[in-house]
């Protein structure tokens, strides 16, 4: 198998033409070799990229801008793996990877939180059997504080600070245990996450009150492999999905309805009272009356085929990567 | 018809004794050392030998180890550059097979060429990048490799090109000529470095190919480009200017069949006959004699064979003849007229001196409207199954191939995109293309997918997801119970019960959840606490899938009552664990012992009633056992029964006593 990390340039905003469109295609600056499937992988800061392997491995690579070449920097080898007498090199895939640089966190198929330091040889902490199923991502709720979601239906809150191999909280879903594949906070209200399960379901949590989630969102036809909030612009979500679709959720019609005391009927009141709790904008992801609910979904991919395995957002730029090995970069996400 | 043999470099069988085995997509090749020994060994353990690389000591000579060989009859899918096509092309097909069906007439016809040309296209992109990559690599067997790949891409694009204009578009006389034009100016670019040197020279008309390059002008039909050059000739040879402003005159007025219908057949040959009258009686008046190259010319346009012929190294192949020959001699050709005009151009051309290769005779084929042997000839040529699948598959959809069937029951397309997927699925990664193929083969497709799916390999719980997902949207419930139980059974042996459990909750296999939930309970026996809490606590309505794991959690959950110390709830719901029958016979023993210290109690806790049915129970288990010897011999288990006895009956007594005096009072 011949599976490589590459980066990509998406085209130079100063070349744009008139019409201020870029029509070029991405190309390819430099790659490396990498050993197993790519499972997960995020930017550790301007340079650097944390890969999490299918062998257990994670390795972080170096980009040099000024030669464009990658190299890589540093490797944790068996970060992962399972403990079996017949087999001696029981690699598990380590499923996911989260950074708040310098500290890295990685999860795996055998149930085990790492936790590293992009300077030090060995791990900072490890719970091992820190579930007794797979877990498939992880994300930081505070900065001494993960978030993971298994394969039995939970997500649990993990406190780094304390050393006990418990979670702090453990919150499921009612009904059946469907396993959760990803999970992802909103980057303002540290209080709502959402998470994305096996049959497809959204479902959006707010880990102040209960154990269960706050709404449920009968979304994909598959497995909903990523779940990202709009970094700079929260009230935009997106999700892809084995079953080949990517929604763009947005709930930026319901927030601009900003309280007006001048504002005539029973719409505004209704509002108020909302606002009454403590915050003056109530996000529109917690509201879940079904008549005010203006949420607009839409599918970004005309015509589905194989999965979309990943996505990442950032500013006004979208990109994914399908199965049918082609990677799309949409540049006009608001357009 | 004989395949030829091939050599498997490094496997000798002079120096080692072989055999194989046969896979889906590959052949499995090994050293043994059966027969060898006296036959002393046992097959299998000789094999077992043989795939464990183990040292083997013969008494024959050195010990050496043994290697494995994997043979793969399809090398193409590894090819990286071609990968592109083959993701590509998977788009193009399933929308073909979506396209709407109603469509008919001149839309349906429109959209099939479509279909066509993004085929064409995608194999042109993939020639570009097999061209960069051969331009770019240092290694010379590479840069053979990627050579070879791009002369067979264009090979491809070039017979598609054809079947485009013959079999999809179906164009009829008129525009037949001028696509084929368009095609072979598009594909006979032998003589395109010439052009541009020429072109680009300072004065073109001095260049000593400047005649070369004006005749292959004329053989293409690129009559403008051609009268500019030869205008360019005139500017510089004033003498010319007459015999040139009449060539340039006859150029300019000759017919060619237009794209839209501004003029009939006949209209058109009747223009054109004058024309070429006219053109004859300049070249019999001598007009052009004192320029042999502007006579020749005069001559091409005439048709003349001969002269054309002369002029074999700017056309290059036949069919170039061909298509020059029908522009000047039958312009407005049939189709059903072509394979004539093909057959004799070949053999004009080749003339004997070389003999037709197996291009060529794919394009005669196709000349000759055999589209059978068109895709029969291109199997056998081609080693890779991606160009006659799709082909046929186009071709299929535009109602142009019986449904003739072969004689194992489907048909020819259906045929080839079997071939073609079966392929795809010896890929680690291609397999997902391979799933859509086979869902468009009406007959076998199912078939072949339930065989193939179960064997590719589960590396990650990921790549398991993705191949269950497409069982379950095809109802394929045996392999998904299969998988799951494959995926579940390595969970289990790695202790990742959570995760077992979780994937026979997905095939609802209630015997693995039994499997699980008896590991959970032996752990539990055995060191006397529950491991992975948090699993079995929040087991949800899971629990239902197995009598066994219902068990599980209702007896984690009155271990937690007797932890909160809520006794009474506590109590009945061990006793419902033995009356329902949900608790296994073995377990009874220690639900019992659990029993104990509730008996043991200050303040009663099972009514009478519950008193009589633990009595029944334990006499029960007593009773039931056939071995009373072995019973007896086990200090440990008659103190425990008769300590239960003893609780039990003091409970009695204690109860009875007790509702007796609440009923009294």
Known sequence: ?335 | DTVPPQVVPGADPSTRQLCFAWGPAEVLVCETLFGRAGGSHSRAGAAAQALTGSVAGTGEGAPSSSRVFVVRRDQDIYIQTLRKLFNESHGIFMGLQRSEEELAGKSRKAQLVQVSKNYRSVIRACMEDMHQAAVSTRDPALQGQYSTQVSILSAMELIWNLCEILFVEAAVAGPLLLRLLDWVRLHVCDVDSMVREVLSSESPSKHKLFWNVVDVFVLQGRMDEARHLLSKEASANPTSMNMYKILDDLMKKMPVPGLGNTQTLTELELKWQHWHEECQRYLQDGTFASNPHMESICKILLGDEDAILEKKELMTTWYHFLVTRLLYSHPTVKPLELRFYAQSSMDLFLGGESSPEPLDMILMAAFEFEMHQVIKECSIVLSNWWFVAHLTDLLDHCKLLQSHNLYFGSNMREFLLLEYASGLFSHHSLWQLGVDYFDHCPEYGRVYLELHIERIPLSTEQKALKVLRICEQRQMHEQVRSICKIMAMKALRNNRLGSALSWSIRAKDAAFATLISDRFLKDYCERGCFSDLDLIDNLGPSMLLSDRLTFLGKYREFHRLYGEKRFPEAARLLLTLMTAHIAPCSFWMTLLTDALPLLEQKEVIFSAEQTYELMRCLEDLTAGNPDKQKFQDDDVETTKVEMLRLALARNLARVIVKEGSVEGS
């Open chain 1, 1 to 335: 198998q011949d599976n490589r990390i590459s980066i990509w340039s998406a085209g130079d905003l100063g070349n744009a033409g008139l019409s201020g469109d870029y029509h070029g295609e991405p190309h390819l600056l430099c790659d490396i070799q990498h050993n197993g499937d790519v499972m997960d992988m995020q930017f550790l800061d301007q340079e650097r990229i944390v890969v999490a392997s299918s062998t257990g491995t994670v390795t972080i690579f170096r980009h040099h801008q000024n030669n464009q070449t990658l190299s890589a920097n540093h490797r944790w080898e068996k970060a992962h793996y399972h403990v079996d007498q017949d087999t001696s090199c029981g690699g598990a895939a380590c499923t996911g990877v989260v950074c708040n640089n310098p500290e890295i966190v990685t999860v795996g198929e055998d149930g085990r939180i790492n936790l590293f330091r992009a300077d030090q040889k060995d791990a900072v902490r490890t719970i091992a059997n820190a579930d007794s199923s797979t877990l498939h991502a992880v994300t930081f709720l505070r900065t001494t504080e993960i978030l993971t979601v298994n394969s039995i239906g939970q997500l649990k809150i993990w406190d780094l600070r304390q050393q006990r191999n418990e979670p702090s909280q453990i919150f499921s879903l009612a009904g059946d245990r469907v396993p959760l594949h990803c999970v992802d906070r909103h980057p303002n209200q540290q209080h709502i996450v959402a998470t994305g399960g096996q049959d497809g379901m959204l479902s959006i949590w707010d880990i102040r009150q209960g154990t269960m989630p706050v709404s449920l969102l009968n979304a994909h036809e598959a497995e909903m492999w990523e779940v990202h909030f709009h970094p700079s612009d929260p009230d935009h979500l997106f999700t892809c999905s084995e079953d080949g679709s990517l929604w763009h959720w947005d709930t930026s019609a319901n927030v601009s309805e900003k309280p007006s005391f001048l504002h005539q009927g029973g719409r505004s009141t209704a509002y108020l009272s909302h606002s009454t709790i403590n915050q003056s904008v109530v996000s529109a992801w917690l509201s879940n009356d079904p008549t005010k609910d203006r949420m607009e979904i839409t599918n970004l991919i005309p015509n589905q085929t194989l999965s979309v395995n990943s996505l990442d957002v950032l500013g006004p730029c979208l990109v994914y990567g399908t199965d049918a090995e082609a990677i799309y970069v949409n540049r006009q996400l608001f357009a």
